[in-house]
């Protein structure tokens, strides 16, 4: 039986620990959700790299500023949002780590990863002028 | 589980031990730091044995490029020894096995520094 909607948000301190723990809690979300032992541990991963991106290259590790993490369990999907204050990026400017020139290079395979587990990875601007990396993985009912 | 690292010789061969989790602050660190510390003393024919390891992140993958880059540079080689299905999965994702020289058997990546 799907779970009925459901909205969570947490606010996390610009932490090293926030990474571990915002990604126990999206296994955890996953698992209540209902994914399979696999797609918690990729929904976990996922969520590792969203937030240790918000933690290193949007807040550039600031402890003033804040990281926001939602998750809305709807009918046919889980979405993850990954809310930083920093700066702002777009995807398309990330460097695919599969191409030649980057694959002994230090850019984007936390992105790679979002987007390999994840059925879908956007990038918004925040409201507060941040980005926004929201990802979703559907139900396999 | 944190990130813990033990070292032997086989020979002229450094096998590096691992266990625990490859991710941003310990474990990316101090894997960083036991490679220059192995370089230092001359020893650049280094295995990574990641039986151990259940978790790694993209900065753990870019720590894994990162000794690579390192131990070549000073004209050694690494070899990845022991990568369990979802480290594996990881390394193809990020075609990262077309860089690595990944062995199943340890005796066998001990061998092919020689081969």
Avoid: C, W
Avoid at chain 1, 14 to 30: D, F
Avoid at chain 2, 25 to 33: A, I, K, N, P, V
Avoid at chain 2, 98 to 107: L, N, P, S
């Amino acid at each position: 039986m799907p779970p009925k909607p459901q909205r969570m948000e947490i606010t996390l301190e610009t932490l090293i620990e926030s990474i571990a723990l915002a990604e126990e809690v999206g296994v955890r979300v996953a698992a209540v959700a209902g994914f399979s032992e696999d797609d918690q541990y990729k929904i976990g991963l996922a969520v590792h790299e969203g937030v240790m991106n918000a933690f290193q290259n949007g807040n550039k590790q600031r402890r003033e500023r804040k990281i926001h993490v939602i998750f809305e369990l709807l009918e046919d999907r889980l979405v993850v949002h990954v809310v930083d204050q920093g700066a702002g990026f777009r995807l398309e400017d990330v460097p695919d780590p599969r191409d030649d020139e980057n694959v002994l290079g230090d850019s984007g395979r936390g992105v790679l990863l979002m987007k390999a587990f994840m059925d879908q990875v956007d990038v918004l601007s925040s409201t507060a002028g941040g980005a926004e990396v929201v990802m979703s993985k559907l139900h396999k009912r | 589980m944190s990130f813990k690292a033990t070292s032997r010789e086989i020979g002229d061969v450094t096998v590096i031990d691992m266990d625990g989790r490859i991710t941003l602050g310990e474990g990316s660190s101090l894997l960083r730091d036991l490679v220059r510390e192995k370089l230092a003393k001359s020893h650049k024919k280094i295995v990574m044995n990641l039986a151990g390891i259940n978790y790694i992140d993209s900065t753990g993958l870019g720590e894994l490029v990162s000794g690579y880059r390192m131990i070549k540079s000073q004209g050694g080689e690494l070899k990845l020894l022991n990568l369990n299905q979802k480290v594996a999965d990881l390394l193809e994702i990020t075609k990262l096995y077309t860089v690595f020289d990944i062995h199943r058997q340890e005796a066998e990546a001990v061998a092919s520094f020689h081969s």
